[in-house]
T-cell receptor, first 109, second 118 residues
Framework: GQNIDQPTEMTATEGAIVQINCTYQTSGFNGLFWYQQHAGEAPTFLSYNVLDGLEEKGRFSSFLSRSKGYSYLLLKELQMKDSASYLCAVINSNYQLIWGAGTKLIIKP | GAVVSQHPSWVICKSGTSVKIECRSLDFQATTMFWYRQFPKQSLMLMATSNEGSKATYEQGVEKDKFLINHASLTLSTLTVTSAHPEDSSFYIC??????????????FGPGTRLTVL
C-alpha cells in the first residue's frame, strides 16, 4: 500500500523553531508538497521538493531525502498565525497525489 | 500565482435536493482537477480525479451516481451532490493541477464550499 506518516499534533513556543517530519512509502515518486491549512479554510501551497536537499523560503524550509523516503518542514521564528495544520503530500508515478493526515501545530505564547 | 475559484462558498439545502458546485481555474488551463471532501478536524479525502473530456475517476467508497462530476472544459469542473442528505454535509474543496515548468507541478486549491444539508 501507499502511505504518508506525519505526527498528529505538535506544540511549540512563539519565536522558536519547529520541525515537522513526514515519511512516505509510495509507488514511485514525482515530488513532495507541503501545504498549510487553517481551520475552515482550503490548503495553501508552501513548498515543492523533487530533488534531495533543502529548499529555503523565508521562515519556512523544506528538506527531502528520496533514498530515505523522508521530508521535513522547518518553521523558524514561529508566530501565532503559524498555528495551523501542515499537510505532506507525495505525487506517485501515476501522478496521483497521496496525502498525509496532517500535523496540527499549536503555537503557545 | 494561479487562482482557482469555487462557487458557491457555502450552501444550505433541504434533504433530498441536489446541489451543484463549480470549480474554475481563472488564469490557467487545467487538464486535471481534483475534488476533495473534508469533515471537521479530519484530513482531506480525495473523492475523484476529473480529466477534461473524459469520465472522472472515483476513489473507492465514493458513489459515482451520487457525486456527479463533469469536466467540460479546461477551466471548469462541476460537482453535483444528488439527493443530498445530512451526512453529506461537509467542506468540499476542488483543486487544479498546473505544470509550472518541466516536471514541476503545483496543485492550486479553491477556497472550498461548505455544504449543510438540513
Amino acid at each position: 500500500g501507499q502511505n504518508i506518516d506525519q505526527p498528529t499534533e505538535m506544540t511549540a513556543t512563539e519565536g522558536a523553531i519547529v520541525q515537522i517530519n513526514c515519511t512516505y512509502q509510495t509507488s514511485g515518486f514525482n515530488g513532495l508538497f507541503w501545504y498549510q491549512q487553517h481551520a475552515g479554510e482550503a490548503p495553501t501551497f508552501l513548498s515543492y521538493n523533487v530533488l534531495d536537499g533543502l529548499e529555503e523560503k523565508g521562515r519556512f524550509s523544506s528538506f527531502l531525502s528520496r533514498s530515505k523516503g523522508y521530508s521535513y518542514l522547518l518553521l523558524k521564528e514561529l508566530q501565532m498565525k503559524d498555528s495551523a495544520s501542515y499537510l505532506c503530500a507525495v505525487i506517485n508515478s501515476n501522478y496521483q497525489l497521496i496525502w498525509g493526515a496532517g500535523t496540527k501545530l499549536i503555537i503557545k505564547p | 500565482g494561479a487562482v482557482v475559484s469555487q462557487h458557491p462558498s457555502w450552501v444550505i439545502c433541504k434533504s433530498g435536493t441536489s446541489v451543484k458546485i463549480e470549480c474554475r481555474s481563472l488564469d490557467f488551463q487545467a487538464t486535471t482537477m481534483f475534488w476533495y471532501r473534508q469533515f471537521p478536524k479530519q484530513s482531506l479525502m480525495l473523492m475523484a480525479t476529473s480529466n477534461e473530456g473524459s469520465k472522472a475517476t472515483y476513489e473507492q467508497g465514493v458513489e459515482k451516481d451520487k457525486f456527479l462530476i463533469n469536466h467540460a472544459s479546461l477551466t471548469l469542473s462541476t460537482l453535483t451532490v444528488t439527493s443530498a442528505h445530512p451526512e453529506d454535509s461537509s467542506f468540499y474543496i476542488c483543486s487544479a493541477r498546473a505544470q509550472v515548468a518541466g516536471d514541476w507541478y503545483e496543485q492550486f486549491f479553491g477556497p472550498g464550499t461548505r455544504l449543510t444539508v438540513l
